[in-house]
């Protein structure tokens, strides 16, 4: 009898993984094909590149470098799981951008237990910010998607990994800070993104910042200062890339990482010549 009972719940456990892995994809791909259906064609801006910012566009595309229209990465690394003290688990990940109308979806699998994995999508399509995760791709744990606060958040991010897609970065308004760094700004319809890049001595990014970005406490979004990190560059078609990058929630008592993410593969695609 209780073997029968066993084998019933693993047939069932497997039909739900199944099945949560099926609508998944199937999620997926809407998503992504919703992502291709809002793209453009992106129209120069019009403003000077501070010192720093020329610099580093020098040293990361080749001379007369195609716009880039959008990428696909992959990555591997670690997810902070902890809200107060740290629970890293792995994760990998796909992810496609494109940039211009500015979008992306990052579609992780976070491994939280033995046998049990979160899935996450992670996106800004259309103007519309997303957060969705679920457990076994079948239940329900943060859902997060239509308003200011995620949209900004989630714009804030597609800027801060401009490194993955440089030429993005000739694209926007800046403003000059010092020698070393310089103020992107980012507009989307009604959704403006700011950020600091930094610039090493080598003349590439080596950290992006957020005076608030916000995040999620009890489920609130709450403004927050935030961080990403990049390092361990390499060429890809050319262009100079990070290979690694770790984020954090700058708190009151110190940075507070939660992603820490090696890049293992990216696609670019070129905008055609007019």
Same mark, same amino acid.
């Given at each position: 009898m209780w073997l029968r009972a066993l084998i019933f719940v693993f047939l069932i456990s497997f039909a739900a993984l199944v099945y949560g892995t099926f609508r998944w994809k199937a999620g997926t791909r809407e998503l992504r094909a919703h992502?291709?259906?809002?793209?453009?064609?992106?129209?120069? #801006?019009?403003?000077? *590149?501070?010192?720093?910012?020329?610099?580093? %566009?020098?040293?990361?595309? /080749?001379?007369?470098? !195609?716009?880039? #229209?959008?990428?696909? *990465?992959?990555?591997?690394?670690?997810?902070? %799981?902890?809200?107060?003290? /740290?629970?890293?688990? !792995?994760?990998?990940?796909t992810q496609r951008v494109v940039t211009h109308r500015p979008g992306f979806d990052w579609d992780a699998r976070i491994h939280m237990a033995p046998g049990v994995d979160a899935y996450v999508h992670d996106a800004y399509v259309d103007g519309v910010g997303i957060l969705q995760v679920e457990?076994?791709?079948?239940?329900?744990?943060?859902?997060?998607?239509?308003?200011?606060?995620?949209?900004?958040?989630?714009?804030?991010?597609f800027l801060a990994?401009?490194?993955?897609?440089?030429?993005?970065?000739?694209?926007?308004?800046?403003q000059p800070i010092d020698a070393n760094s310089a103020r992107a700004i980012l507009q989307d319809g009604d959704t403006t993104a700011a950020l600091t890049f930094h610039f090493n001595a080598d003349g590439l990014i080596d950290t992006v910042r957020a005076d608030a970005r916000?995040?999620?406490?009890?489920?609130?979004?709450?403004a927050t200062p935030w961080e990403g990190r990049f390092w361990n560059y390499k060429s890809s078609d050319g262009i100079l890339v990070p290979t690694d990058g770790e984020v954090s929630w700058l708190l009151p008592d110190g940075p507070y990482p939660y992603w820490r993410g090696h890049l293992t593969n990216i696609e670019?695609?070129?905008?055609?010549?007019?």
């Open positions: 992502l291709e259906a809002a793209r453009g064609k992106l129209a120069p #801006a019009d403003s000077t *590149l501070p010192p720093p910012v020329a610099r580093y %566009l020098a040293l990361a595309l /080749p001379p007369d470098q !195609p716009s880039i #229209a959008a990428v696909n *990465l992959a990555h591997d690394g670690t997810f902070n %799981l902890g809200s107060t003290s /740290p629970h890293w688990s !792995p994760f990998t990940s457990a076994l791709a079948v239940l329900p744990m943060v859902d997060l998607r239509g308003t200011s606060d995620v949209a900004k958040g989630e714009l804030q991010r990994e401009a490194a993955w897609y440089p030429t993005r970065l000739r694209d926007l308004d800046w916000p995040r999620l406490v009890k489920g609130v979004p709450t670019f695609q070129f905008e055609k010549a007019a």
